[in-house]
């Protein structure tokens, strides 16, 4: 018996030293080694003859040994594998096909029928009740991750280990007796971890809703305010252009008929309130030209402007003479970092306010000229009609 267990164990260790693809860290020679082990720890406590514990222990040595060559269908390289090792070593035939049933209950959702196969899928299953689940199923989600059969996220792992946990049962008599409380401790566990992960999610997604609404609130902020801005200087320039029009009109009705009168000497008393009224109307004029007339800027900036966040890269005067491509990197550059395009945002949004500031200003003169020009113009016409006529 300990001739062919011996030799068993260091063609399995062989094999998987030599043959053993390095990304499967769970199905190794360690997890054979565990399953022998506990089906060791199940034997002693049944009636079995010398023969039935050396096909279980048999078993539990090839029963992984398919890994060598594939996952896929790895139970069945295993009974071949075991199939070819024993009959080189002239092992019984009837033996044989019971070590290779044995193998052959270890697939996934099985059911074993004999002692030997509820002993040996026990044994396969034993991690379930082991104070090290956790870190041994991790080793078993790195291999599926290694090997590309499926990448898990955290709750997607627990909720499939509870549901392992639920279809799985023990079937041997040592094995609900030893290691359900182990196994009903695991899954408690497993359950608490997924509610306070789930927690965590439902926690993170309020408040990444927050953080949306927060976001959404600012971007209506800004959208509303550039708007109201934008109206309000577009009435600014209206009102100029207004008083630009209505000046020249005066201007030019003045030239062409009040000038006109001063060939009579007994007009002359019209030339000083016509030249005040002239000064007044140009100056109106000139004001409305610089509430209106567009600055122009450099149209250039450098990639040490956008690394300092100096530059507003949502105003054309800043890039308008750029290249394209440049323009592109800067605007990466700010919609990658949200402060700086805050910073931005914020910025134009200021400059906005401080135009609308000159321009109103500007006007607010330019109306009040315009108004005591007229005022002015009549007081003088009427002392110079009464005085110098």
């Known amino acids: 018996m300990d001739s062919i267990l011996k030799k068993a164990e260091t063609f399995v260790l062989n094999s998987f030293n030599d043959n053993l693809n390095p990304n499967y860290v769970y199905h190794n020679f360690c997890h ?5 082990s506990k089906i060791k720890e199940i034997i002693q406590d049944e009636n079995l003859t010398e023969t039935e514990e ?32 024993l009959t080189q070593n002239e092992y019984s035939k009837k033996n044989t096909e019971t070590v290779m049933a044995c193998i052959a209950t270890t697939k996934l959702n099985e059911k074993p029928t004999s002692l030997l196969e509820k002993i040996i899928q026990d044994a396969d299953y034993s ?24 990448i898990y996220s955290d709750q997607e792992w627990l909720e499939e280990n509870i549901s392992v946990f639920n279809r799985h049962k023990y079937y041997s008599k040592y094995a609900n ?20 992960l789930s927690k965590k999610d439902k ?17 209506t902020l800004f959208k509303l305010t550039s708007a109201n801005h934008l109206k309000l200087s577009y009435i600014a320039d209206r009102k100029a252009n207004i008083l630009l029009s209505v000046n020249a009109i005066i201007l030019s009705i ?35 030209v610089i509430v209106t007339r567009p600055n122009i800027t450099s149209g250039k900036f450098t990639k040490e402007d956008v690394a300092n966040k100096e530059v507003n890269l949502l105003f054309f005067g ?42 109103y200003k ?24 009464k005085f110098l006529r």
């Open 254 to 288: 003045t030239l062409s008929r009040l000038i006109s009168k001063f060939d009579n000497p007994s007009n002359y008393f019209l030339v000083y309130p016509v030249i005040i009224f002239v000064v007044f109307t140009v100056i109106s004029i000139i004001l409305s």
């Open 127 to 150: 991690h379930l009740a082991s104070v090290n689940y956790l870190k041994i199923s991790n080793q078993l989600r790195t291999e599926f991750e290694n090997t590309g059969c499926r």
């Open 362 to 385: 500007i006007l607010r003169w330019n109306y009040n000229i315009f108004m005591f020009g007229i005022i002015i113009s009549l007081v003088a016409f009427a002392i110079s009609y």
């Open 32 to 36: 054979t080694q565990f399953v022998v």
């Open 54 to 85: 050396e096909i279980l222990l048999l078993a539990g040595w090839f029963h992984d040994i398919g890994y060598t060559i594939n996952s896929k269908k790895h139970e069945d390289h295993s009974i071949t594998i075991a199939k070819e090792f």
């Open 177 to 196: 007796l030893n290691w359900n409380s182990a196994k009903n401790e695991n899954l408690i566990l497993l359950k608490k971890d997924l509610k306070r």
């Open 203 to 219: 926690e993170s997604s309020k408040n990444i809703l927050k953080d949306n609404k927060s976001e959404k609130s600012i971007e």
């Open 318 to 359: 800043n890039f308008h003479q750029m290249e394209l491509n440049e323009f592109k990197d800067g605007l990466k550059e700010m919609i990658n970092d949200k402060e700086y395009m805050f910073t931005s945002m914020t910025r134009d949004l200021y400059f906005l306010g401080k135009v609308l500031d000159r321009k």
